[in-house]
């Protein structure tokens, strides 16, 4: 009988277990919907801000009030790595941590070795694992995720694009997932600071008719445009987040039925047995009796 009072704490764990992970599995969903719907809305915006942003940048110089499109020798570079502040959303924590670590060993090596590139955290688990290695962590934003807006989001923003402009910096790169579906997600490396000029391969339009001068729009646009793309790599970042979490959650739902029917079939053949062995015992008994 111990046994199958082992068995039965097992099967009341798993259960509990299994209703947990439902209701995150359904506190997920619903995050979700909100989250995609606002990178949804943002991605056309901000698409067609930053190229219209890249045609401007591209025909001027640091003179006319383009210090965000200057490009310098790259000698020191600022990773600003995405993810969130809880785990259980399976690899996507780790996929942002596996993708830094990749930039500091092997794409900027050298740098890396001469302690010029440093890593900003935007989310808790990015700050606990680069928090312990001080010749890279510079800082975290954890408080993001709580009130996520885009003004708030603009406050770190500016204060990077304020180390680059004043040379701390030579180049800025995001690392964050973007979100494709509740699934999928993919780990994007995109530099945000300098601005990259458009490539012989894009279709560019350098017809704009400005109002009032193109020197006024750079200073209010590209400031503006730079931290759109940060505001959308976060909103990326927050819907993946959510639909890592569902797709995880309801994958150990679905493996904690599976062990509840092992545990269960178990749990029946240990009280099979034991039922057949007290039959056997009694009907010895009475074989006893006879004699």
Known sequence: MANLKEVRNRISSVIS????????????????????????????????????????SGNLDSSSGGDFAKVRPVQKVLIVAINSNRGLCGAFNSNIIRTTNRL???????????????VLCIGKKAADFYSKQKDVFVGQHNDLYSQL????????????MSSFKAGEYDKVLVVYNQFKNAAVQHV???????LVPPTATKKTVND?????????LVLELIPKAIKIQL???????????HGARMTSMNKATD??????????????KARQAAITGEILEIVAGAEALKG
């Open 17 to 56: 277990t299994q209703q947990i992970t439902k209701a995150m599995k359904m506190v997920s969903a619903a995050k979700l919907r909100r989250a995609q719907d606002a990178i949804v809305m943002m991605r056309p915006y901000a698409a067609k801000l930053r190229e219209i942003m890249e045609n401007i």
């Open 104 to 118: 500091l060993r092997e794409d900027y090596a050298t740098q890396a070795k001469q302690g010029n590139v440093k």
């Open 149 to 160: 807006t885009f003004e708030n989001v603009s406050v770190v923003a500016s204060n990077i």
């Open 188 to 194: 994007m490396v995109e530099q945000m600071l300098p």
């Open 208 to 216: 704009y008719i400005f109002e009032p001068a193109k020197e006024q």
């Open 231 to 241: 505001y959308k790599a976060i909103l990326d970042s927050n819907a993946s987040e």
């Open 255 to 268: 493996n904690a039925g599976e062990i509840l029917r092992d545990l269960r079939l178990s749990y029946n």
